[in-house]
């Protein structure tokens, strides 16, 4: 008896120590910031992180939560204001060696010169605030949520978002958990929208191990292609799409041409008149279509949407 309950007192203490590092380790990965103020309160790595600029060299800071940082630096400056293609050099740096890399750097916060861009007339626009006739979602101050929809069925069509990824540093920079969604368009072709800030897009060059491939990354088509220029700004900071779609055309149930795309993040041109011969991602499974509708995944991670309007062709 004795032996009995020795063995099943130390089944127990082992089933504790398995559980509770993981449930601990679990509930410190899942804390998440939806407010600058907030995060700046809280947490003092979201004050360190960001982009630094001086001269020649500009440094991005991407907080890996308990003061280390992903650390990407460049020559000529940021991408798409000066950077000169070459190569980066990434790097894991505690505050403290962060604080002497940026010495003589001034930080920078960007913002997309399509940020707030109107409505041309006669647009649909799919959310702007409140709640419209041409989308369906969680609508909470001010703000549209992962997870909402478009209604109408269009074709060709320009159309502006704007989005803000929360801060959630505890998941790695390439972490498909990190401030996911998607505007996924027809629910074929999908634009990622995700949090890799600091990453190079050169995935043999980054300081981190890598969760995902970086055809997962913000501004990638899912699993097809990569950005021509990485122009992810740090979480919480409002970015934007500006995407030009061509349909793919059909004669009866033949399709005759395929569905065409550029995009433009954060004012900056990313993809060139890319040709998507089929859906990406899990879309590449479903049909295509000559019309449809834009969902914005959700992915059970707080994205916000704003000013998303519609011009159709």
Not at 66 to 86: E, H, I, R
Request: charged residues 25%.
């Amino acid at each position: 008896m004795m032996i009995q309950k020795f063995v099943s007192a130390a089944l127990f203490a082992a089933l504790v120590l398995l559980i509770l590092p993981s449930y601990a380790k679990d509930d410190v990965l899942i804390q998440t910031w939806i407010d600058p103020d907030k995060a700046a309160k809280d947490n003092p790595d979201f004050l360190l992180q960001g982009e630094y600029k001086g001269g020649k060299k500009a440094v991005q800071v991407a907080a890996l939560d308990k003061g280390k940082f992903l650390v990407l630096s460049y020559q000529g400056g940021l991408p798409g204001a000066g950077w000169d293609g070459g190569p980066l050099s990434s790097e894991v740096l505690e505050t403290a060696a962060v604080q002497e890399k940026v010495k003589g750097l001034k930080k920078t916060t960007r913002k997309s010169e399509t940020l707030g861009k109107k409505a041309p007339d006669g647009a649909l626009v799919i959310f702007d605030g409140e709640q419209t006739d041409y989308f369906e979602g969680e609508v909470k101050n001010g703000l549209l949520w992962a997870g909402g929809s478009s209604t109408k069925e269009v074709g060709d069509f320009k159309m502006h978002l704007e989005f803000r990824l929360p801060f959630k540093p505890a998941r790695a920079p390439s972490s498909q958990d990190r401030g996911n969604s998607g505007v996924y368009i027809f629910n074929n072709y999908e634009c990622q929208v995700i949090d890799s800030f600091g990453l190079d897009y050169n995935s043999e060059n980054n300081a981190i191990k890598l969760e995902s491939l970086n055809t997962q990354w913000c501004g990638c088509f899912y699993k097809f292609q990569k950005p021509s220029v990485p122009m992810v700004f740090p979480p919480l900071t409002w970015q934007t799409y500006d995407i030009d779609f061509t349909a793919p055309k059909f004669e009866g149930k033949e399709k005759v041409a395929n569905a065409r795309i550029t995009v433009h993040h954060n004012g900056v041109l990313i993809h060139d008149d890319l040709e998507l011969p089929k859906g990406t991602g899990a879309g590449g499974k479903r049909p295509e279509k000559a019309k449809g509708i834009i969902h914005f995944q959700g992915h059970g991670n707080p994205v916000a949407y704003r000013n998303v309007w519609i011009q159709e062709k």
